[in-house]
């Protein structure tokens, strides 16, 4: 029987605005186009984790967000791309410097589902991908090339920090609640431009990229590397036991501003409220349905 209202949340990456206004609609429309399919499935009945997992299918599969096809390239001009999957039970799976398969979140969920483990990498997360019927794929679209090629010099001569937060962003992530209250979150990425082979970011790390408890959901994105330090996923989350998913957020975000960290987050709560925030000038994202984005910033 249903007893709650289903809310979904998606979001596409935190980062500069670097893309211009046609770039940044046609990812709003695919962002609101894919969350309206996500809710109608919530509405018919389908489990959060079902939801959370075919949303972010949908966005690795469009090359305009860093995941899946259209992800980043790597240093060696490589995509090696991390996902990650949570209920609120606690099951989690993981890939990570994952190759050459077209959508990682569906692996991560195999990982889950099929393993006794919680994160395969690298070789072994490919060789897994294989056993389970998951076929060749060449992630890397003429675009990402195409900026791989036009960038790769001017980066070794800037200065890796500051570019590093350059290309931090366009992460996929999704958090949902189901008619039977059950939450779950699913994410998605090809990580940092130019990052080191080997790389593994927030993504695919439990409670830091993405976490779910009885109390809720939460998805991050930005830069990995201080997400992942800072824990902000389950931070988020464990702080639904005190305060709404939108002061957990804000409060969050405001703190990793200070240390500079560039982050934005979607959170659902277990009674159906959800939080969004950031702190870089943009993070493209959505809910179903339309609540009360009146509240929250543009
Ligand atoms: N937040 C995605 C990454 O840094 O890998």
């Known amino acids: ?122 070789e072994g997360a490919i060789k897994f991908a294989r056993i389970m019927g998951f076929g060749e794929f060449d992630p890397v679209t003429d675009e990402r090339r195409k900026m791989f090629s036009e960038q790769r010099v001017d980066y070794f001569r800037r200065n890796w920090e500051k570019f590093r937060h350059l290309y931090g962003g366009d992460t996929v992530g999704a958090v949902a609640i189901d008619c039977h209250g059950k939450v779950a979150v699913a994410a998605s990425t090809g990580g940092i431009m130019f990052h080191l082979p080997g790389r593994v970011g927030d993504t695919p790390l439990i409670g830091c990229g993405i976490y779910a408890s009885s109390l809720g959901a939460c998805a991050a994105t930005g830069h990995g590397e201080c997400i992942a330090i800072n824990m902000v996923a389950k931070t988020v989350v464990d702080m639904l036991s005190e305060t709404n998913p939108q002061t957990a957020a804000d409060k969050v975000i405001s703190k990793l501003k200070l240390k500079n960290c560039n982050c934005g987050v979607i959170v659902v709560s277990r009674d159906g409220d959800y939080g969004v925030a950031y702190n870089t000038p943009y993070m493209g994202w959505t809910v179903m349905p339309k609540l009360r984005d009146s509240v929250l910033k543009d």
């Not at 899946?68 to 240093?75: D, I, K, Q, R, S």
């Open 1 to 122: 029987m249903s007893t709650m209202e289903p809310l979904i949340l998606v979001h596409g990456g935190a980062g500069r605005l670097r893309y211009d206004g046609k770039r940044r609609a046609a990812r709003q429309a695919a962002l609101d186009q894919i969350a309206q399919t996500g809710y109608e499935m919530l509405k018919h009945g389908n489990s959060a984790l079902d939801t959370v997992v075919e949303v972010v299918r949908l966005l690795e599969d469009n090359p305009l967000f860093n995941a899946g096809y259209g992800a980043a390239l790597g240093l060696t001009g490589e995509v090696e791309m991390d996902a990650a999957v949570m209920t609120d039970e606690g099951r989690f799976g993981a890939v990570a410097a994952i190759k050459n398969v077209k959508n990682p979140v569906l692996v991560a969920r195999k990982v889950m589902e099929e393993t006794d483990h919680i994160l395969l990498v690298g």
